[in-house]
């Protein structure tokens, strides 16, 4: 008879135990889509980095520049949407493939855009190629990982959207100092020849196979707003908006460190990824609580609640670098970790034929219009006030309600998906 001391060990002893028993097969689908991911973040963090020359070069406004980053997300979310429908259509591995070529191309001629026009283009489309791939590598995972395993496998392969701006901020400063900061949207061509592994190495998932050949019914998106699935579609679309809603004015922090701080650009382009770097633990965390301890939907919430806590604590109370960067850590481990968590818990809710689909309008569509509202609304805030009341209210306030909203729906048992 166990006894509650030997309960931790016994769960820990399973977690090894299922780990030990997953198929080689799924490891690799894991490692494809988890670089693919990593690629792609790396990619979109890239004019993150950069938000004040672009600024300079072409004399934008706060406010304006809080527009620019706005109609390019609203843009990249209706693309994103209609990939994913694309994805349950046409098949998780083709969409991935093509998402991944053009995703650089795209970024790359950021290098060279002369004006805010084709800026907006660039960036929308190179944004919505790389947003893409969030949704069809979660449904892939989740369909080609064991039923015990899924939420663990889809949840820890977010990872690689830390792992990206980490990776990012390690490379970008050589490059900016050694080039020029154009340049540094150049390495995104690097990733190019990743395609080909894709090609080589991953396969149709047996579940979306399985449920196009039983039915052959082409998705359509409003079948989320059937009697069945309306109010938890409605409730996991405005979840996931107010959570990114908040994230989403953290792309201005490399800006709020230069423009507020005082800080040079090397300093603060390695202080935001290291922080996420930090924050990969936080994923992983997060996925592994979610899976054996939590349900996925109190684990939401916990880490939302207190990153918003850590988050306001780092803008309101932290002072200089060394406090900055361990209160910054904590806070990407809590407020970016949930993320780990929520995209399994989307996807999870709707049966197979309709999770890309899902991910992307529940998911990707919420994640562009929050990721393109936050920064243009907190400009506003910031030039009506201070940076530090532009991120309480429109990142503190808005993610603490987001796992408040994530409250109101009920678990998923682990044998319902």
């Known amino acids: ?20 028993q997953v198929p080689a097969h799924t490891w690799r689908v894991f490692f494809i889509c988890l670089l693919g991911v990593t690629f792609a973040n790396l990619d979109h963090s890239l004019f993150t980095f950069v938000l004040t020359e672009f600024s300079e070069e072409f004399d934008w406004s706060l406010t304006e520049r ?26 998780r591995k083709k969409m991935l493939l093509v998402t991944t070529i053009l995703t650089p191309v795209f970024v790359a001629a950021l290098a060279w855009v002369p004006n805010t026009i084709s800026l907006i283009v660039a960036r929308t489309m190179g944004f919505a190629m790389a947003g893409a791939q969030s949704p069809i590598t979660i449904t892939t995972m989740l369909e080609e990982s064991p ?17 990206g701006f980490f990776l990012a901020g390690l490379l970008v400063p050589w ?46 998106t409003r079948e989320l707003f059937t009697p069945e699935l309306r109010r938890k579609t409605i409730l996991l679309f405005i979840g996931q908006f107010l959570y990114v809603f908040a994230y989403g004015t953290t792309i201005l922090l490399t800006a709020y460190f230069r423009e507020s701080l005082g800080w040079d650009a090397e300093q603060a382009i390695q202080t935001v990824g290291f922080s996420f770097g930090i924050g990969a633990f936080g994923y992983v965390t997060a996925a592994v609580v979610g899976e054996f301890y939590l349900s996925r939907r109190n684990t939401i919430v916990l880490w939302c609640w207190l990153g ?24 990407t481990f809590f407020f970016y970790g949930a993320y780990a968590v929520i995209a399994t818990f989307i996807a999870e809710n709707y049966p197979p034929e309709l999770r890309a689909t899902a991910a992307s309008f529940a998911g ?30 429109c990142a503190v306030i808005p993610v603490i309600i987001a796992g408040t909203t994530f409250l109101a729906l009920q678990p998923v048992p682990r044998e319902a998906v």
Do not use: C
């Not at 039923?147 to 792992?163: A, E, K, M, N, T």
């Open 1 to 20: 008879m166990s006894t509650g001391a030997n309960q931790p060990m016994d769960a820990d002893a399973g977690i090894l135990r299922s780990l030990a």
């Open 175 to 220: 490059i900016y100092a050694t080039f020029g900061w154009r340049y540094i949207f150049l390495l995104a061509l690097v990733f190019v020849p990743y395609a080909w592994i894709i090609h080589k190495y991953l396969r149709e998932p047996s579940a979306w196979v399985a449920a196009r050949e039983m039915g052959g019914r082409i998705p359509r």
């Open 308 to 331: 918003g806590a850590a988050f306001a604590v780092m803008v309101w109370l932290a002072d200089g670098w060394a406090q900055i960067m361990v209160i910054f850590g904590i806070m």
């Open 66 to 91: 809080g527009w620019y980053i706005f109609i390019t997300f609203v843009l990249a979310g209706v693309i994103i949407t209609r990939l994913g429908v694309l994805t349950d259509r046409l098949g």
């Open 364 to 393: 990707s569509l919420a994640i562009e219009l929050g990721l393109g509202g936050g920064p243009l609304v907190v400009s506003y805030v910031i030039e009506a006030s201070n940076w530090q009341w532009g991120f309480t209210i």
């Open 147 to 163: 039923p015990r395993l899924r939420g663990l496998f889809s949840g820890v392969l977010q990872i690689g959207f830390p792992i």
